[in-house]
């Protein structure tokens, strides 16, 4: 088991070249000890280091071991760390506990209270290791699950209207893009390319004689399919990690002018991503074979969104999402054999 220890690097920080030396000489038969008289020092060398636990003085002149203690809080750091004292005095001892220190010794010490100190410190990061990794795979865990149930369940409507699986698969990639290209950082994107996945989740709700059917609905027929995006939004709403995809899923059919769905938002009201979304959503559309019309042309299908700025598409997007969309088709170049009036 103290195998396991052997490698740990420990950087001790003291002004005091006695303290230094003498945890050097306690700590050196387990550990790797590198130490420093600094706090300056210290932080200078903390990325070649990467320290595993760090014993460090309270009071040093310049920048004292509180500053320090507060940096590391303030960087995330979970790096245990041990305050040394020689005059040990309650505010200072809650002050460092409240500022992330890990424990405190106070001088002189005996070398056994130094490597039991240890000890526990890298024991408790070890653990702390172990439950964050644990955390993280469960959640990566759940989140897979749940994306396998999610391509399983659009599969199933997809069965029923052989049109919906490929159709979130083909949005979530362009949208994906478009936001690349609009300059959203990562984890935007990350939203966008799930949300544009799950939008018409809610079609699982839709009965089979409303989804499949091949010719145009008849209006009551509209307001059976028009209830998808509020049932996509419950069936995600207690999803935790999927709130973010919220706005586009239950609004990805509003329109510009307020005639849109469920919640008849108005310009400005509409989340931009619901209104970028629903460009790209309308842009896959036209240029699919649907039941009832068959795919037309890019150029047809950008001259149709263009008709509709204004009034169903928010004009602050539209034309810069058709110029992306026309990027995209360059490179990924589909079949042009779309319907041309
Ligand atoms: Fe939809």
Redesign the pocket.
């Given at each position: 088991m103290e195998q396991k220890f052997k490698s740990a690097n420990i950087l001790v920080i003291d002004d005091d070249l006695g303290v230094r030396e003498s945890l050097k000489i306690i700590l050196r038969d387990k550990y790797y000890v590198s130490t420093t008289s600094n706090i300056d020092e210290a932080l200078n060398t903390l990325d070649s280091m990467r320290p595993e636990m760090i014993f460090l003085d309270i009071k040093m002149p310049r920048a004292n071991g509180l500053d320090f203690l507060k940096h590391m809080r303030s960087a995330n750091s979970t790096i245990p760390i041990i305050m040394i004292t020689a005059y040990p005095s309650i505010e200072t001892t809650i002050a460092a506990l409240r500022n992330g220190a890990f424990d405190y010794i106070v001088k002189p010490f005996h070398p056994s209270e130094i490597l039991n100190v240890a000890e526990k410190a890298l024991h408790h990061n070890i653990e702390l290791w172990e439950r964050n990794k644990l955390v993280d795979n469960l959640r990566s865990a759940v989140k897979q699950n749940f994306f396998a149930t999610t391509e399983a369940l659009l599969h199933a409507i997809d069965a029923k209207d052989s049109y919906t699986a490929g159709h979130s698969k083909r949005v979530s990639q362009l949208l994906a893009f478009v936001a690349k290209e609009l300059g959203m950082n990562e984890s935007k994107i990350e939203i966008l390319r799930y949300g544009a996945y799950l939008?018409?989740i809610?079609?699982i709700g839709v009965v089979d004689a409303v989804l499949a059917k091949p010719s145009y609905l008849t209006e009551e027929e509209f307001l059976l399919m028009k209830r998808?995006?509020e049932i996509?939004y419950k069936i995600i709403e207690p999803i935790d990690f999927l709130k973010e995809c919220l706005p586009i899923v239950r609004h990805?059919?509003e329109w510009y002018n307020g005639a849109g769905y469920p919640d008849r938002l108005r310009g400005d009201e509409i989340p931009s991503e619901a209104s970028i979304l629903s460009i790209v959503?309308a842009y896959d559309a036209l240029t699919t074979d649907r039941h009832y019309h068959k795919k037309y042309s890019h150029q047809k299908a950008c001259e149709i969104i263009k008709q509709g700025i204004n009034t169903q598409f928010v004009p602050t997007f539209a034309e810069k999402v058709l110029a992306i969309i026309d990027h995209y088709r360059e490179i990924h170049p589909r079949d042009e054999q779309g319907k041309e009036f």
């Open positions: 939008h018409d809610g079609k998808h995006s996509g990805h059919h959503d």
